[in-house]
């Protein structure tokens, strides 16, 4: 036979038997043997049988029994009962025991009469009286009734010939064959395994409807609540005791719910007045098969949607609408960025959008509030905006501002946008790629008419403004993915400027440092830092560019504030970044971008290696080469290809 077991290896299923005769015993034990089980088995019957049950029930998932009594067991617990079947060939086996077949035989069954009777009869050429009962005491009768007929040999279980035998009657055992049990202990194990799943469905269901904000009811086809979550609670102020189980009209004030269920038509949106407060309530009939058989409500508190709101506007503008960096502040030696730095003041001379591309951290909004600060537009507003950010039902509202009833929340008498604060001066939208695709058309009309009309408004409202936008993503690339719209980024992109990650003018690593440091206050000998660091600082690779590089340069203005740690600058930077590439004579740790084929990538790590040994050995071409084990003319070589 198959492991019946095999998907519960993990969480056996416990199994009982409780028997009424010691081979159904025998017969289980060995077959639950070979499935790697190991049930709790005890020998009773009927109310005896239904107080071991009770009291094993903790530590049982199911029971097997038979008969009336299987059927007593299932009264007095409430794990699953799976009663062994007694079919006719099990009766046929009986009759066939007997030595000397009378002509008349009762048969005891309990609560049904057996199928196929009258074939055995025939099969026997013997009289069968069937006799089914419900309790010891109507076995009883049944057997007085049977002697007063005239029989003299009764078929039934272990209760049934101990009382026949009492009454001088002969009484012969019916047994359940090894089939039968088989087919009980694979339906027990089934259904043990069933219900467990459902119970983890259970679970994560409330665990779902427990953690979210909205209030949840539903209802069945009576209009009575079942399902209750704790958003519900807090809305409604009534506990879940007080309305699971009730009629939905009488405990929910101002429900619809069984108005809904008698129409089957749903009703989206609609505010209601709870406890002086008011909440948007959508109520929905669940169908199945075409029927109604319930209505589910989903409840939100406006209240706390408009706290949300303000919050989030709280942080959007919580830098204010002032640029505070110039063209000074972008501290380089770098040529490239020299060069994009020329073109960002030549760009600030004119009105024209501007898209600054380059990775996260690579400073876009210093270059916007240079660009802003340089212009003409230079102290009038600088509204920065990051487009990630802001929830997308949210973000057109904010852009573009509302009038009053716009919808749910609006505040009375509206709302200016962004656009409309940064009137005379520059709007920066940072992350412009995450911009939802059916915004880009209402941002696109900004840029060709210079008008914006509020959400929910009919008036179109004049702005001058001068868009400055930012993307560490890949725009053209989402254009052919259709994601972005192609015409709205050639509006955005009339100039452009590319930024160079940090690891690409390693040569600003330890000037952006320093700058850092000394903006920290941090108290150090700044020329030996630079010194004793600028090698592992141009190791390593800084994914996150500046933003990395001043958040290591805050760790390390901390430590350096600790006169009573006199740490080496290797102790130093083991404790800011444990990460960090440090030179221990002997090893260095460098970061291999798997970009290009093998050659490229071999070639780019032996390139870091060289400028890591340069640093370190102060550009002594002689000593790297001899401390490399190659000619200096090799070095050379590979320095300048």
């Known amino acids: 036979m198959d492991n019946l077991n095999g998907s519960l290896k993990a969480e056996p299923v416990r199994l009982a038997l409780i028997y009424t005769y010691p081979k159904m015993a025998e017969t289980f034990s060995a077959l639950a043997k070979q499935e790697n089980l190991k049930p709790y088995v005890a020998f009773a019957a009927l109310d005896e049988a239904a107080a071991i049950a009770k009291e094993i029930e903790p530590n049982i998932d ?15 617990v409430s794990v699953p009962v799976i009663s062994i079947p007694i079919t006719p060939f099990d009766a046929v086996k009986s009759i066939n025991s007997i030595k000397d077949i009378g002509k008349k035989i009762a048969l005891f069954n309990y609560g049904s009469n057996m ?19 419900f309790n010891e005491q109507e076995i009883e009768a049944g057997i007085i009734n049977a002697k007063s007929h005239g029989i003299e040999i009764v078929i039934g279980g272990i209760i049934t010939i101990n009382l026949a035998e009492q009454h001088g009657l002969k009484g012969v055992l019916i047994e359940s064959g090894e089939e039968a049990v088989y087919r009980s202990m694979i339906e027990a194990i089934h259904i043990v395994e069933a219900s467990r799943m459902e119970r983890r469905k259970a679970v994560r269901f409330k665990a779902v409807l427990d953690s979210i904000a909205e209030g949840i009811i539903f209802t069945d086809d009576q209009n009575r609540v079942i399902v209750y979550n704790p958003a519900a609670e807090r809305i409604f102020r009534l506990p879940e005791r007080a309305v699971v189980g009730s009629f939905v009209q009488e405990t929910i004030p101002n429900t619809r719910m069984h108005t809904v269920f008698e129409t089957g038509k749903s009703e989206l949106g609609e505010l209601q007045e709870i406890h002086g407060g008011i909440i948007a309530t959508s109520r929905s009939p669940i169908f199945l098969d075409g029927k109604p058989i319930g209505v589910v409500s989903v409840f939100e508190d406006i209240t706390k949607i408009q706290q949300l709101e303000q919050q989030i506007r709280k942080q959007i503008h919580a ?24 073109l960002a003041a030549l760009y600030a001379t004119t009105d024209s959008s501007v898209l600054i591309e380059g990775e996260s951290g690579t400073g876009k909004e210093l270059f916007a509030q240079s660009i802003h600060n340089a212009s003409k537009r230079a102290g009038r507003p600088f509204v920065a905006v990051n487009c990630a950010a802001i929830p997308e039902y949210l973000l057109e509202s904010e852009l573009f501002g509302y009038e009053s009833g716009a919808f749910t929340g609006a505040k009375k008498g509206g709302k ?17 790629g995450e911009i939802p695709k059916a915004l880009q058309a209402r941002l696109l009309r900004v840029l060709q008419e210079k008008e914006i009309m509020r959400v929910g408004g009919d008036k179109l409202i004049p702005v001058d403004i001068r868009i400055i936008s930012a993307t560490n993503k890949n725009l053209e690339s989402k254009i052919e993915q259709g994601e972005f719209r192609d015409d709205l980024y050639y509006r955005l992109n009339v100039f452009s400027l590319k930024l160079l990650p940090l690891r690409e003018r390693k040569e600003d690593i330890p000037l952006l440092a320093s700058s850092f440091l000394q903006q920290l206050n941090a108290h150090a000998d700044y020329e030996l830092l630079e010194k004793e660091l600028a090698p592992a600082l141009k190791a390593y690779n800084w994914p ?18 600790r006169p009573e740690q006199k740490l080496t600058s290797t102790e130093l930077f083991k404790k800011v970044m444990n990460v960090f590439p440090v030179d221990d004579g002997d090893s260095l740790t460098v970061r291999i ?38 000619g200096r003319t090799t070095l050379w070589r590979k320095i300048n290809t």
């Not at 199911?62 to 007095?76: D, F, H, N, V």
């Not at 002032?322 to 063209?327: C, D, G, L, S």
């Not at 500046?546 to 430590?559: D, F, S, T």
């Open 62 to 76: 199911a029971i097997l029994s038979r008969g009336g009594t299987a059927e007593y067991i299932k009264q007095a």
């Open 115 to 133: 199928y196929g009777i009258r074939d055995i009869e025939n099969m026997f050429n013997a009289t069968i009286r069937e006799y089914t009962f």
């Open 319 to 342: 830098k204010g609408f002032v640029a505070k960096h110039r063209f000074q502040d972008i501290l380089t030696v770098n040529p490239q960025v020299s060069e994009v730095k020329e």
């Open 416 to 432: 200016q946008g962004l656009f409309e604060l940064a009137h005379n001066g520059t709007i920066f939208l940072d992350e412009i």
């Open 544 to 561: 996150g560019n500046i933003r990395e590089l001043r958040n290591i340069c805050e760790r390390l203005a901390l430590l350096l504030e």
């Open 593 to 630: 971008e798997l970009e290009g084929n093998l050659k490229q990538v071999i070639d780019s790590v032996e390139k870091k290696i060289l400028d890591y040994m340069l640093e370190k050995y102060g550009r002594d071409q002689d000593a790297v080469a001899k401390r490399l084990g190659i």
